[in-house]
């Protein structure tokens, strides 16, 4: 069941329902060709560091999901590793939900430096009449790693990933799914900022100014 429309009005901290927060921590980028985990920021964090620390004030707990935690070091973070080794990033959220203590978890990439607060504050306090809460973009482009789950996706994701299909949006034919629009999303953050990743030189290029310009 597909639906859209409007949120509500950003809500404050007190306001925002537990939830789990799940990074996944992937190896190595092909366009890098380092492992973006643990990529240096300027203040000497490692990138996946940086977005536990952005993500727990908004949650309960943070699950950091890894092939090889160890080679993250030490995080504030419970590490847990991945169920589907070779299941991708649909893999990574099976595990990370499986996990998780909550019902709901908040689900981004360890390459998502500039999260903006507001907006996962806002998502995560909308009513939870959903599965899925999946930002979408201009064109229908969705952002599945910038996203929130229930623990009722578990079942629909084991069964792509055991049929061998590892397309995040394989299972959203199973489950309740609510789309933000782009036009809400920029209210929240104009420039989607929360939506930067990084994937080329070019953009651990231009990570020290963003980071600057988002404080």
């Avoid at 643990?38 to 699950?63: C, F, I, K, Q, Y």
């Avoid at 959903?130 to 969705?142: N, T």
């Amino acid at each position: 069941m597909l639906a859209s429309g409007p949120l509500g009005p950003p809500e404050g901290p007190s306001d925002v329902p537990p939830a789990t927060g799940i990074v996944l921590a992937g190896g190595r980028s092909s366009r890098l060709g380092k492992d973006k985990a643990l990529l240096s920021l300027p203040d000497g964090r490692p990138l996946v560091a940086h977005v536990v620390a952005r993500l727990a004030p908004l949650v309960a707990e943070v699950v950091v999901v890894a092939t090889d935690g160890e080679r993250l070091g030490p995080l504030p973070a419970r590490v847990v590793p991945d169920v589907f080794p070779d299941g991708g990033a649909l893999g990574g959220i099976y595990a990370g939900l499986a996990a998780a203590r909550e019902e709901y978890s908040l689900v981004v990439a360890c390459d998502m430096p500039l999260l903006r607060h507001r907006l996962l504050r806002h998502l995560l306090a909308q009513p939870r009449d959903f599965d899925v809460l999946l930002p979408r973009l201009a064109g229908g482009q969705v952002e599945p790693l910038h996203a929130i789950y229930s623990r009722a996706c578990l079942e629909p994701i084991r069964r792509q990933l055991a049929a061998g299909r590892y397309r995040i949006v394989s299972f959203l034919g199973d489950v309740r799914v609510r789309y933000v629009e782009e036009a809400e999303l920029r209210r929240l953050d104009p420039e989607l900022r929360s939506f930067f990743n990084v994937n080329t030189p070019a953009d651990l290029a231009a990570l020290p100014q963003l980071l600057q310009e988002v404080g």
